[in-house]
């Protein structure tokens, strides 16, 4: 029953804000709406929990432990930029970087964003899941292109024709699962539920051109290399709370997408395969991020590369599979979404005090923005992978995972390369964190709703490194069962 | 044997538009090849007597042949578009290219489609080869409207794709589907004009400012 509210608010919301004038009412207001959101989301993991059973509404809502922890991870993430929201839009009302009509309108697109992500994680039909996944990359293309200005404008051109044609193809693949199930399977059905039950029926070789096309498709929208061409240009171009949700997110709605396909791939023809282009891609990834990493220069970007490493490792903990392998995974996702978010907050705070993006320009931010600054240098070695912190504990696991199921290479090749982008992200933010700071910078500024999202953020990041909770523990648990197919 | 008649049309449209070297020759394709994809649609509808049939080729006959032809003439003429396409590959290689697309078409159909498919494999070839050509439009050709059409052929032979296998997909998956094209559309032309106006030209190759 939960999902209908949590579907139910956002777009509520968005009315909501089609209709209100007052733009610092609002974003309470839609703080509090996604508060509501996140506890409703709450009840529904302790339901899943606690019963367990997939649940299915008017055979078109489908929801099953691995539906749920998405839910989760994205109404964290939607209430910590909503908060974060809060200050950024009031601050670029008080510049006239935006008209209050314009900052309405963000949070009528925020809210139909969260709502169409939210969409993608309930739907059975797979054909409704690929009009789920377009939607999302069309409301989200207003936000990348928010600021009207020649490089948003490029971003958001960018981002929506290289997605789209990404998505043609994940709907080609999709066309292709029909086709085998309905010859093969004799269902003429596109939903889940119903393919899965029949994928051992299905044809091994259209199944495997088939998922090609899924992975080649979706992975376009995952930021998966090299289909990530458009992914550093938006992320680096919205606004920063929207970055956070982008990043955060909205990559992982799409790996969601993928893992329902990988489900029935894998009931078909065996682990193997789906497993070998998993490392394959998230090592590529893996690669080219680390490169471009270590030669950045605009800050946001270096966070939108970090995004492509991570999605790679959470690929990589998808393709090492086993219990093991997938639990890390699945919790890298909920980390990674949690800090990278963090960091996305604490890049747009900076971004706003120093008016650039450029590492180079900028240097001692502890100094402008003590609680940012403070915040970021644990968010910084969080994000590389440091004990005490969460991604740390996961991609261990992960790594655990690979060692386990033998693939010594591969895991190794992770280790390279997050070394490399241990050592370039340490390196600069050595940098722009300490070093003096300008002379005519006045300190402070910063506003107590962003301090709550960071707070907000940051205790995740601290209470899942030393303990993960028992609920949480329990769906994984579950949602691996799902993935694995048993 | 009507079918394949209408086969040959859309791979003749294609072609064409490939080979065109003005923008509204390439409109003018693109709704020809719709009309054709509608005219399928609707004998599928008559053989099966299918009235979800009856309606998709309907939608398909307003939205592809009608609706964004005239949309996308009218984005052109209101921004003052110059008819040259800027071809980046000229017409005759991409003709040729379009040739060795379908070749590998035939060949993944061959490989692995007929076997569990018998019939209706020309059906698959056509339209593999659309997607496989609207994808090329869509790299090659570097002026924004260019780019939305590769976008919309592609869609057109994914259609036609799921039309060559039992008869479509589920009717709301189609609906929903066609919604979802004609809104891409929509946002990519008010993307046109914010383009024009910030730059005041639409070439793709020259949005240059991100990098890296």
């Keep these: ?486 | 044997m009507q079918i394949d008649i209408f086969l040959f049309g859309i791979l003749a449209a294609t072609f064409s538009m490939v080979a065109s070297k003005r923008l509204n020759t390439l409109i003018s394709g693109f709704a020809a090849q719709s009309l054709f994809l509608a005219l399928i649609t609707f004998l599928l509808a008559v053989k099966n007597n299918n009235l979800e049939l009856y309606i998709v080729a309907g939608l398909l006959f307003l939205i592809k042949v009608i609706l964004i032809p005239y949309f996308l003439r009218r984005v052109a003429s209101r921004i003052n578009v110059s008819q040259d396409l800027g071809l980046f590959v000229n017409s005759t290689l991409s003709v040729f290219i379009a040739g060795i697309l379908t070749y590998l078409a035939y060949l993944f159909t061959k490989n692995i489609i007929s076997m569990s498919l018998g019939g209706a494999s020309s059906v698959f070839v056509v339209s593999l080869s659309i997607v496989l050509i609207g994808l090329f439009m869509m790299i090659f050709r570097l002026k924004a409207l260019t780019q939305i059409i590769g976008l919309i052929v592609m869609e057109n032979g994914l259609f036609l794709t799921a039309a060559s296998i039992s008869g479509g997909m589920p009717f709301f998956v189609e609906i929903a589907i066609f919604f979802d094209v004609f809104l891409c559309v929509a946002i990519l032309g008010i993307f046109v004009y914010k383009i024009n106006r910030l730059f005041t030209h639409i070439d793709i190759d020259k949005l240059t400012e991100l990098k890296g």
Aim: hydrophobic share 55%; proline share 3%; charged share 10%.
């Design chain 1, 1 to 486: 029953m939960q999902i209908f509210f949590i579907l139910a608010i956002p777009l509520l919301l968005s009315i909501v804000a089609m209709l209100s004038k007052d733009t610092k009412r609002l974003s309470f207001l839609n703080s509090l709406g996604h508060a509501i959101v996140l506890a409703f989301s709450a009840c529904l993991v302790l339901d899943t929990v606690n019963f367990s059973e997939p649940k299915a509404f008017f055979n078109f809502f489908y929801i099953d432990s691995l539906s749920v922890f998405f839910i989760f991870t994205i109404s964290v993430i939607n209430l910590a930029s909503s908060l974060y929201s809060i200050g950024y839009t009031a601050m670029d009302l008080k510049e006239g970087v935006i008209s209050e009509r314009k900052a309405v309108k963000y949070y009528v697109l925020f809210n139909l964003f969260s709502f169409s992500m939210f969409f993608v994680t309930v739907v059975n039909n797979l054909g409704m899941l690929w009009v789920a996944v377009e939607m999302t990359t069309l409301v989200s293309a207003f936000l990348v292109g928010f600021y009207n200005n020649k490089k948003s404008i490029e971003a958001a051109w960018k981002y929506i024709i290289i997605c789209s044609v990404g998505i043609s193809l994940a709907l080609l693949g999709t066309i292709l699962f029909y086709f085998t199930a309905s010859q093969h399977g004799n269902i003429n059905s596109l939903n889940w539920t119903d393919i899965v039950s029949v994928a051992k029926k299905l044809d091994p070789r259209v199944v495997k051109a088939a998922f090609l096309f899924i992975l080649v498709g979706y992975g376009t929208k995952a930021g998966l290399a090299p289909m990530h061409t458009w992914l550093p240009d938006a992320h680096s171009q919205a606004l920063s709370p929207t970055s956070a949700l982008l990043s955060g997110v909205l990559l992982k709605t799409a790996i969601y997408a993928v893992l329902r396909f990988a489900i029935i791939t894998n009931k078909c023809i065996g682990i193997g395969y789906v497993s070998n282009l998993f490392i394959l891609f998230g090592l590529l990834s893996l690669c080219v991020s680390a490169g471009f990493i270590l030669v950045q220069k605009d800050i946001k970007r270096m966070f939108a590369y970090s995004s492509v490493e991570h999605i790679g490792i959470i690929t990589l903990g998808f393709g090492f599979g086993g219990p093991i392998g997938l639990y890390g995974a699945l919790l890298h996702i909920f980390n990674h979404a949690v800090t990278k978010s963090l960091m996305f907050f604490g890049a747009g705070s900076i971004v706003k005090k120093y008016h650039t993006n450029n590492m180079n320009v900028i240097k001692g931010v502890i100094a402008v923005l003590p609680f940012t600054g403070i915040i970021l240098i644990f968010g910084v070695f969080a994000l590389i992978g440091m004990p005490p912190f969460s991604i740390f504990i996961s991609e261990i696991i992960i790594l655990i995972g690979g060692f386990k199921a033998g693939f010594y290479f591969p895991s190794a090749l992770f280790l390279f390369f997050a070394a490399i982008v241990f050592g370039g992200m340490l390196f600069r933010f050595g940098k722009i964190l300490f070093g003096k700071k300008p002379q005519d910078m006045a300190a402070g500024g910063e506003r107590l709703s962003g301090k709550l999202a960071f707070v907000f953020l940051f205790s995740f990041i601290i209470v899942l490194g030393f303990t993960i909770p028992g609920f949480l523990n329990k769906i994984l648990l579950l949602a691996v069962e799902i993935i694995s197919g048993a």
